[in-house]
T-cell receptor, first 114, second 111 residues
Framework: GAGVSQSPSNKVTEKGKDVELRCDPISGHTALYWYRQSLGQGLEFLIYFQGNSAPDKSGLPSDRFSAERTGGSVSTLTIQRTQQEDSAVYLC????????????FGPGTRLTVT | QKEVEQDPGPLSVPEGAIVSLNCTYSNSAFQYFMWYRQYSRKGPELLMYTYSSGNKEDGRFTAQVDKSSKYISLFIRDSQPSDSATYLCAMRNQAGTALIFGKGTTLSVSS
C-alpha cells in the first residue's frame, strides 16, 4: 500500500520567505508527527496530531513555525520568514499505534535557505 | 546532558562481523525503546522495539535494554553490506506524544 508521502522533496528558498511543506499520511492513521533532522543532529520532534485532540506543539522552535492538519488527514508545516538555521530535512511520520511505538516515516523534504 | 546519547561513529566492519550499537539515556521513566534504520536520503524505518528491560531477537538483530544502567544496545549478527545505514535509537517521551531520538550511528559494512 501507499506509504507516507511528502512534497516537495526539495525546496530552496531565500531567507525571509515563507515556505509550506506538505505531508500525506497513510490512510487511516490517526496520529501524525513532524520532525526536523539537521546535519549531525538526531531527529528533533516538532509537533504531534492525534485524531481530533489538540496538537502537542511543544517541539516547535519558534512562533515562525506552525502546522495544521485538515480533515484528520493531510498536514501542512509552515515556516514564516525563513532563516538559514531552518535548513534541514523535515520528516513527517504517521501511526495507527496510540502508544507511539511504531511510526512510519515519509522520505522528507530537504529545505535549503539561502 | 542530552536525554539520549549515541555515538555517531562512523563504524566500519567487514562482512560477517557482529556489530554492537549502543545508546545511553538519562530519564529513568522511559519505558519504550526503539531502533530505527535510515538509508541515505530516506526516512527512518522501524527495526525493533522493546518494552522495559530485557532482550528481543528478530532474525539477525537483537535488542537489549538495561534499565538499571540506562543503556540500550542493538546487535547485528552476520552483518551484510545491505546493513550499511544510519541506526537511530529512540525512546518514547513521558507524555507519550513523540519519540526522542539519538543522533544516529553510521555503519558501513564492506564486502
Amino acid at each position: 500500500g501507499a506509504g507516507v508521502s511528502q512534497s516537495p522533496s526539495n525546496k530552496v528558498t531565500e531567507k525571509g520567505k515563507d515556505v509550506e511543506l506538505r505531508c500525506d499520511p497513510i490512510s487511516g492513521h490517526t496520529a501524525l508527527y513532524w520532525y526536523r533532522q539537521s546535519l549531525g543532529q538526531g531527529l528533533e520532534f516538532l509537533i504531534y496530531f492525534q485524531g481530533n485532540s489538540a496538537p502537542d506543539k511543544s517541539g516547535l522552535p519558534s512562533d515562525r513555525f506552525s502546522a495544521e492538519r485538515t480533515g484528520g488527514s493531510v498536514s501542512t508545516l509552515t515556516i514564516q520568514r525563513t532563516q538559514q538555521e531552518d535548513s534541514a530535512v523535515y520528516l513527517c511520520a504517521s501511526s495507527s499505534d496510540p502508544t507511539v511505538r511504531e511510526q512510519y516515516f515519509g522520505p522528507g523534504t530537504r529545505l535549503t535557505v539561502t | 546532558q542530552k536525554e539520549v546519547e549515541q555515538d555517531p561513529g562512523p563504524l566500519s566492519v567487514p562482512e560477517g562481523a557482529i556489530v554492537s550499537l549502543n545508546c545511553t539515556y538519562s530519564n529513568s521513566a522511559f519505558q519504550y525503546f526503539m531502533w530505527y534504520r535510515q538509508y541515505s536520503r530516506k526516512g527512518p524505518e522501524l527495526l525493533m522495539y522493546t518494552y522495559s528491560s530485557g532482550n528481543k531477537e528478530d532474525g539477525r538483530f537483537t535488542a537489549q535494554v538495561d534499565k538499571s544502567s540506562k543503556y540500550i544496545s542493538l546487535f547485528i549478527r552476520d552483518s551484510q553490506p545491505s546493513d550499511s545505514a544510519t541506526y537511530l535509537c529512540a525512546m518514547r517521551n513521558q507524555a507519550g506524544t513523540a519519540l526522542i531520538f539519538g543522533k544516529g550511528t553510521t555503519l558501513s559494512v564492506s564486502s
